[in-house]
């Protein structure tokens, strides 16, 4: 099945399958942009199901004094470190034909180890993961 990622109103379809905003949506637009550009349709598919997978565990992390089924939080941790690493990797190969002010741009906002990049990260991962959930329910409508 092919999406039209290019259509204007794609990322309002998103937000209004899921009922709520998406927190970094100019850049979700960037990096869709990015994908169409480039042909990178798979990458993006695999890297919305890495940001959903992340946004996953993060609520394990959070949640897990609560769930008794949950007996190694480090495994957890380290499970989510290799798979925020994978996720920026892969939002690196996707972006990497991107102007180098844009690539700047994502470094400085995203992939430099800080608070809050970590906290950027996290909610464009969050704005991913709305789109992989509203990308499986377009596929479930054929």
Do not use: W
Not at 29 to 43: F, P, S
Not at 80 to 93: A, C, D, V
Request: hydrophobic share 35%.
């Amino acid at each position: 099945m092919k999406i039209n990622l290019i259509d204007n109103s794609f990322l309002s379809e998103v937000e209004n399958y899921t009922g709520s905003f998406l927190q970094k949506k100019e850049d979700v637009k960037k990096i869709i942009d990015a994908v169409v550009a480039g042909g990178k349709e798979n990458e993006f598919e695999e890297l919305t199901f890495t940001a959903k997978y992340i946004c996953g565990m993060l609520r394990v992390i959070k949640n897990a004094p609560g769930i008794p089924e949950v007996t190694s939080i480090e495994h957890i941790k380290s499970d989510l470190s290799e798979n925020i690493k994978k996720g920026i990797e892969q939002l690196k190969q996707i972006l990497s034909s991107v102007s180098e002010s844009e690539q700047n741009y994502f470094e400085q906002t995203y992939f430099k180890l800080t608070t809050q990049n970590f906290t950027n990260l996290s909610g464009l991962f969050s704005d991913l993961e709305s789109v992989k959930k509203f990308l499986n329910y377009l596929k479930r409508q054929i």
